[in-house]
């Protein structure tokens, strides 16, 4: 009876008992081919001379693989005229000695004496090096591609290069996601319970850092909206004025025309007004130049005057065409205006400056007067403080 009792326990205790997590067996022992094990079992009693022999041949065969492999991948990328392509086959073929070679040294623990504790510990360091490896090799080939597909704008409208940065975060998150699992069964971590704890963390985080999330949408819902681009020159209802310069996750930096760099958060940018002076259907800009003549000037030389002065302008577009406008009767003048068209909108100040003194001394040239405002004063006079005295004597 009571050895029926204690096999019950023991069922119950096994059922109740927790799953073990699986951790992939890193010994390389097993995968040796059976014509080499000759080879193998003769260098055994000497592992410090088995581990450099497996080192140089290793390093050898993955020279030799690496070279085959890039000399028939460059001979597609010679094909085209981008460098990308270039870039991509070194950053595919860069890791394969670095494989070669650590799967080499997990085959050579294999011949030392260590203690399972320690014998493990070094396959897993070995291996986390590999899975480092490729996850860096992963992260840039990710970026190569998708710099190749913005490329073909005209097959995959998707990926451009103001979506290349969300695209490319997207990659990271999951090769680093999948790196991260593959370390955590190496080390023989249990990933159910890491996710979540990440679930809890996640709530208390996305409270503390919502000033970077908020910036982090932002930064998404302006490359997906595209309000601008890298290269624009653009006007915040802020008083930030400048050139696109970086398009990021978190902010968006502008070049002002004083050199100075301004790094504006994205959620500061979606919630303001843009003025994009870049934008339209051409990147050229429309500056007004204000003119005021006297009263009594001819009105068709003026115009004449100031529509040559900005054609012999030589940053003045020719298309379209520089205009003169009438447009008030001032206070004290025949108010004008001149606009013109410039090819880059951050060069307005500097050609406003040097329209207003061309066109100053334009209309000097022409003996066309430019008035300045006047007042009249008209004084009343007042008598005398006697005569008003004998007034009042009278009164």
Same mark, same amino acid.
């Given at each position: ?51 450099? &022999?497996? @080192?140089? *041949? ?6 030799? %693989?690496?070279? +085959?492999? =890039? ?129 809890? &963390?996640? @709530?208390? *985080? ?6 970077? %999330?908020?910036? +982090?949408? =932002? ?131 500097? @050609? ?8 100053? %001394? ?34």
């Amino acid at each position: 009876m009571q050895a029926t009792e204690a096999s019950e326990a023991t069922e119950v205790v096994e059922t109740v008992a927790p799953a073990t997590i699986y951790r992939p067996d890193l010994s390389m022992i097993d995968y040796i081919p059976d014509w080499l094990q000759p080879a193998w079992d003769f260098f055994m009693p000497y592992p410090g001379l088995l581990t450099m &022999i497996l @080192i140089v *041949v290793a390093y050898g065969f993955g020279r030799l %693989l690496r070279y +085959l492999i =890039s000399r028939s991948l460059l001979k597609v990328a010679s094909k085209t005229t981008t460098n990308a392509d270039d870039h991509l086959v070194e950053y595919l073929t860069r890791p394969i000695v670095l494989t070669t070679v650590t799967l080499a040294m997990m085959l050579a623990v294999s011949a030392f004496t260590l203690p399972q504790a320690l014998y493990q510990a070094t396959l897993s360091i070995l291996a986390t090096i590999l899975v480092v490896s490729w996850l860096k090799a992963g992260m840039r080939t990710g970026r190569v591609m998708l710099e190749l597909v913005a490329n073909n704008r005209h097959r995959f409208d998707v990926i451009q290069e103001r979506t290349i940065p969300l695209f490319d975060m997207t990659i990271k998150i999951l090769l680093v996601g999948m790196a991260a699992y593959i370390l955590m069964l190496i080390w023989g971590i249990n990933p159910t319970a890491w996710l979540a704890s990440a679930g809890v &963390i996640g @709530i208390a *985080v996305g409270f503390a850092a919502r000033d970077t %999330l908020a910036n +982090l949408f =932002s930064g998404i819902s302006i490359i997906a909206d595209a309000p601008y681009k890298i290269g624009d020159f653009i006007v915040l209802d802020t008083g930030e004025r400048g050139k696109v310069t970086h398009l990021g996750m978190r902010s968006t930096r502008l070049l002002t025309l004083d050199d100075v760099e301004v790094t504006v958060p994205n959620a500061v940018i979606a919630n303001a007004k843009i003025v994009n002076e870049s934008g339209g259907p051409w990147v050229k800009h429309r500056i007004r130049v204000p003119v005021g003549v006297a009263y009594g000037s001819d009105a068709e030389q003026v115009c004449d005057v100031l529509q040559e002065t900005a054609q012999n302008h030589p940053e003045v577009v020719k298309q379209p065409s520089p205009r003169a406008r009438m447009r008030a009767f001032g206070a004290s003048s025949l108010d004008f205006e001149l606009l013109v068209w410039i090819d880059h909108p951050q060069s307005r100040g500097r @050609i406003r400056h040097d329209l207003l003194k061309s066109v100053y %001394l334009a209309l000097q040239q022409n003996n066309i007067e430019i008035p300045f405002p006047q007042t009249d004063i008209h004084l009343r006079s007042m008598p005398a403080k006697e005569d008003k005295a004998e007034e009042d004597k009278q009164d």
